[in-house]
Nanobody, 114 residues
C-alpha cells in the first residue's frame, strides 16, 4: 500500500513563497505521472501541476509562471515551489498520481493572508 505524505505548508503573506514536499512509501514516481492538487473550502479538488517520469511538466493556468513542480525519483519525492502566492492559493495541497490512483494523504495546509 503506497502512502503519500505531504509537508511544507504554512501561513504566508501575499507575494510570499513556500516549498511543498511529498514523499511516497513506494517507488511510484519512476513509472507514474505525479500531480499536486489542492482543495479550497467549499470547492472541488483541482490539479495544479503535474510531472511525468521523464520530467515533462504541466500547470493550471491559475498557477502558471508562479509554481514549479519537480521530482527526485530516486528519493521518491515530488516538490512544489510556490512563488508570488495569492490569497486565492489558500487551500489544502495534496500529491498523488495523475489521475489519482492511491489513497489521499492528509495534505498540507497553505494559507495566504495579510
Amino acid at each position: 500500500q503506497v502512502q503519500l505524505v505531504e509537508s511544507g505548508g504554512g501561513m504566508v503573506q501575499p507575494g510570499g513563497s513556500l516549498r511543498l514536499s511529498c514523499a511516497a512509501s513506494g517507488s511510484i514516481f519512476s513509472r507514474s505521472v505525479m500531480g499536486w492538487y489542492r482543495q479550497a473550502p467549499g470547492k472541488l479538488r483541482e490539479l495544479v501541476a503535474r510531472i511525468s517520469s521523464g520530467g515533462s511538466t504541466g500547470y493550471a493556468d491559475s498557477v502558471k509562471g508562479r509554481f514549479t513542480i519537480s521530482s527526485n525519483n530516486r528519493q521518491n519525492t515530488v516538490y512544489l515551489q510556490m512563488n508570488s502566492l495569492k490569497p486565492e492559493d489558500t487551500a489544502v495541497y495534496y500529491c498523488n498520481t495523475y489521475p489519482g490512483s492511491y489513497a489521499w494523504g492528509q495534505g498540507t495546509q497553505v494559507t495566504v493572508s495579510s
